[in-house]
């Protein structure tokens, strides 16, 4: 695995989720800063998803992991930033695929639409997969 250095946030949508996540990056030693929510209160997803991928892009951290209801209003804001490739993934495929082929450098999660245990299933092989390059690389720097 990468040296990882993981920047995640949340709304109160995906707070729990944001907790568990936290849990695992905890258990296996990987380095992360909690850049909110944190409280059940609610509170403005673009302003998270601004808050981590700006530490994405600075280098601080090298991937980002947001969540929010559905993961949606997370990728939208988190791909309107230069640099940022936010993936919303459901499954395992597509989070695999959005590193080896997209490299995306921040995943999103919808707490609201897929179970825990898929959401961190999809955390683990994201940040354990490595980018392929070679003509993925033309086409994501096409995307650049
Ligand atoms: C909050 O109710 C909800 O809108 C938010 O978490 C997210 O799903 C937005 O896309």
Same mark, same amino acid.
């Given at each position: 695995?990468?040296?990882?250095?993981?920047?995640?946030?949340?709304?109160?949508? =995906?707070?729990?989720?944001?907790?568990? $996540?936290?849990?695992?990056?905890?258990?296996?030693?990987? +380095?992360?800063?909690?850049? @909110?929510?944190?409280?059940?209160?609610?509170?403005?997803? +673009?302003?998270?998803? *601004?808050?981590?991928?700006? #530490?994405?892009? !600075? @280098?601080? !951290?090298?991937?980002? $992991?947001?969540?929010? =209801?559905?993961?949606?209003?997370?990728?939208?804001?988190?791909?309107?930033? #230069?640099?940022? *490739?936010?993936?919303?993934?459901?499954?395992?495929? !597509?989070?695999?695929? !959005? #590193?080896?082929?997209?490299?995306?450098? $921040?995943?999103?999660?919808?707490?609201?639409?897929? @179970?825990?245990?898929?959401?961190?299933?999809?955390?683990?092989?994201?940040?354990?997969?490595?980018?392929?390059? @070679?003509?993925?690389?033309?086409?994501?720097?096409?995307?650049?």
């Amino acid at each position: 695995m990468e040296d990882l250095k993981v920047a995640i946030g949340s709304d109160h949508g =995906g707070y729990e989720y944001k907790e568990k $996540i936290i849990d695992y990056l905890k258990a296996r030693n990987i +380095p992360y800063v909690d850049l @909110g929510t944190h409280t059940k209160e609610a509170c403005d997803y +673009p302003e998270i998803a *601004r808050a981590v991928c700006e #530490r994405v892009i !600075s @280098g601080k !951290s090298n991937r980002g $992991i947001l969540v929010c =209801g559905t993961g949606i209003g997370m990728s939208i804001a988190a791909n309107k930033v #230069r640099g940022i *490739r936010a993936a919303l993934c459901g499954d395992t495929y !597509s989070a695999r695929v !959005s #590193r080896a082929h997209n490299n995306a450098n $921040i995943l999103c999660l919808g707490e609201r639409v897929i @179970g825990e245990h898929l959401a961190l299933d999809i955390v683990d092989i994201w940040l354990k997969t490595g980018f392929e390059g @070679g003509r993925h690389k033309r086409r994501v720097d096409l995307i650049e």
